[in-house]
């Protein structure tokens, strides 16, 4: 049975994520992080710019973006989408730090830290973060696969910022886009199995 186009990205979006969190598995369990670590590793002079960008994938930047988001869509009267557009970044951020105080994992050398942190390394907040929030507004508000493009692209951007600065291993980072990219993925499945496209969706607005 052929799935339907929604179905179809919400697969591509668990699929592709859960090759990210196996990518980083692997990288952690067979120490591949510190080889990585290095070779990305930035130069002290590069680091205020850096900073700056990194910032934009923090949660002082990403909950206001998705609030905005959220305003509009209830301005649209497209409640169902504003719901699930808040829940699923609710949710989802909140897994994240769970995560990050269940398994505990110390970030790398602290002389190497080009930024300053306090809570644990794996997943990245920052990278699962960007790519929740980025992606899961590209699919409300974007038109075609060009949106979803960009959106990927600030994630990964946010991402490698982080291994960069020196406060995450390369696995925090790429567990952090996968889990991301599968909880929207889900969230998305979910959400089409429950409220198929109405006739006022965005994805009917495309004719």
Wanted: aromatic content about 10%; some cysteine.
């Amino acid at each position: 049975m052929r799935l339907a186009p929604e179905d179809q990205q919400a697969t591509l979006l668990i699929a592709s994520g859960t090759f990210m969190i196996a990518a980083g598995l692997t990288c952690w369990w067979f120490g591949l992080d510190w080889r990585l670590h290095y070779s990305l590793h930035l130069s002290q002079p590069l680091a205020p710019l850096i900073r700056r960008f990194s910032a934009l994938g923090g949660s002082a930047a990403m909950i206001p973006i998705g609030l905005i988001g959220f305003a509009f869509l209830i301005a649209q009267k497209r409640r169902a989408d504003a719901a699930w557009l808040f829940l699923t970044i609710a949710i989802g951020r909140l897994g994240i730090e769970g995560l990050k105080l269940v398994l505990g994992r110390p970030r790398p050398p602290v002389d190497d830290w080009l930024d300053h942190v306090s809570s644990w390394s794996f997943p990245s907040s920052h990278s699962a973060g960007t790519m929740m929030t980025c992606v899961a507004l590209a699919l409300l508000f974007g038109r075609g696969d060009g949106a979803i493009l960009l959106a990927l692209f600030a994630a990964l951007f946010i991402g490698w910022t982080r291994v960069a600065l020196g406060v995450h291993w390369p696995s925090d980072v790429m567990a952090g886009w996968g889990i991301g990219l599968v909880w929207v993925g889900l969230a998305m499945s979910v959400r089409n199995a429950i409220a198929p496209a109405e006739p006022n969706d965005r994805r009917s607005d495309a004719g």
